[in-house]
């Protein structure tokens, strides 16, 4: 399985979610690196062989999982997040030269303005390894000083990112809430909607026509909820404002056929934490809560997700049966470009990433939600995981 928007930070471990101030701190990455090896372990081991990190420190520790240092899924990194000043990535608690001395070092909130600093940003974010660029053309929920109907970057700024991410063969990832964000996303052509949480009838023919994708992430809205009171005020008001409007978007979103890709927006490396890393099956069950039946949703977790990494789909879901597990294969194309591994076919020059289940989803979607039912794993046909004798 995939899931398509990941952050690996070291959160609740190394800081609160909602603390970024100690991410500037000199070691504060190396100890977030340490913290991520166990988290990169324990999603390989829930069943997801490749993510989508859509702003993190995976994307730095990856050559490890390469050279088999660590145990971790493929992972296709966005490394920083692009934002305006004063926007969702922006650290709104910290002095302004503060931040942009962060972002000219590297990390995760990475600020651009104007047509010329967002095409240099692309460019810094391709030099440091991502495999996708992210933006937020919207506020957001945690971020204090704005709010998610806010609309972030100007059209020319998001068409110039997006142009110039083509040029290096990436796609654009947008973080967009309110509904003016997203459309300025679609507009500009990006390839996939994250959150999602305002879609309309309008919305909706313009993500079919630009043949965009939805990663509503409905497990971070469920899971923030449940414990809504660790919030800020700020955010709290503002989760509980987005989060019937998240629901009934993605019912919209199924009714109507839009494509969707498992995405949770996992960040916690506290295993305690609702949104913690190895929990990411939990968004299959909000899928069947919208609408989808078993087999659609299985797919959004493993035929879609390579699409957003602009792979032009030569769908090969396979579900077979192999002694009595049920096996569930990525999926690809047959041409996968740079960004993207062949996947998802069990032939001769593809990757063999494989999982084995003690019992069919089909018949309980939930049995992927419990990681001990994935009793193997196989990633580029080597087995990672089996039960123990």
């Not at 990475?110 to 600093?117: E, K, L, N, S, T």
């Not at 997203?182 to 309309?200: F, Q, T």
């Not at 490396?269 to 990411?280: C, E, L």
Request: include cysteine; charged fraction near 20%.
């Amino acid at each position: 399985m995939w899931d398509v928007h990941t952050h690996f930070m070291g959160s609740d471990v190394v800081a609160p979610a909602s603390n970024f101030l100690p991410s500037f701190l000199p070691g504060t990455e190396a100890l977030i690196g340490a913290v991520t090896v166990d988290d990169l372990r324990a999603t390989l081991m829930a069943g997801f062989t490749s993510v989508r990190e859509l702003g993190g420190y995976a994307g730095d520790v990856f050559p490890a999982v390469e050279k088999g240092v660590i145990l971790g899924p493929h992972v296709y990194s966005a490394m920083g997040v692009l934002g305006i000043t004063g926007g969702h990535s922006d650290v709104h608690e910290l002095p302004l030269s503060t931040v942009l001395t962060a972002c000219s070092i590297g990390g995760i909130s990475q600020i651009c303005d104007g047509v010329d600093g967002c095409t240099s940003a692309v460019r810094q974010m391709v030099r440091r390894g991502a495999k996708v660029i992210k933006v937020c053309s919207s506020g957001g929920v945690l971020s204090l000083n704005d709010q998610p109907e806010d609309s972030q970057f100007s059209p020319a700024e998001l068409k110039a990112i997006v142009e110039e991410a083509a040029r290096s063969s990436r796609v654009v990832a947008a973080h967009a809430i309110g509904k003016n964000g997203i459309m300025a996303a679609l507009d500009a052509g990006v390839k996939s909607i994250e959150h999602g949480m305002c879609l309309d009838e309008e919305v909706i023919a313009k993500m079919k026509e630009k043949d965009a994708i939805l990663v509503p992430t409905r497990h971070i809205v469920e899971g923030l909820a449940g414990g809504a009171e660790d919030l800020p005020p700020k955010s709290r008001v503002k989760l509980e404002r987005m989060l019937q409007l998240s629901r009934d978007s993605v019912k919209l979103a199924v009714k109507h056929g839009v494509k969707i890709a498992l995405g949770t927006d996992s960040f916690s490396s506290d295993r305690k934490h609702p949104v913690s890393h190895g929990k990411n099956a939990k968004e299959l069950l909000y899928a069947i809560e919208a609408g989808m039946s078993p087999l659609d949703a299985i797919e959004m977790a493993t035929a879609t997700p390579p699409e957003t990494l602009y792979v032009v789909l030569v769908c090969c879901l396979v579900l077979a049966f192999l002694t009595k597990f049920f096996v569930v294969a990525d999926s690809s194309n047959l041409n996968s470009g740079r960004q993207a591994r062949k996947a998802g076919q069990l032939k001769v020059g593809y990757d063999a990433d494989i999982i084995a289940i003690s019992k069919s989803p089909l018949e309980d979607i939930g049995i992927l939600t419990h990681p001990d039912n994935v009793t193997h794993v196989w990633k580029g046909g080597v087995l990672y995981k089996k039960p123990r004798v």
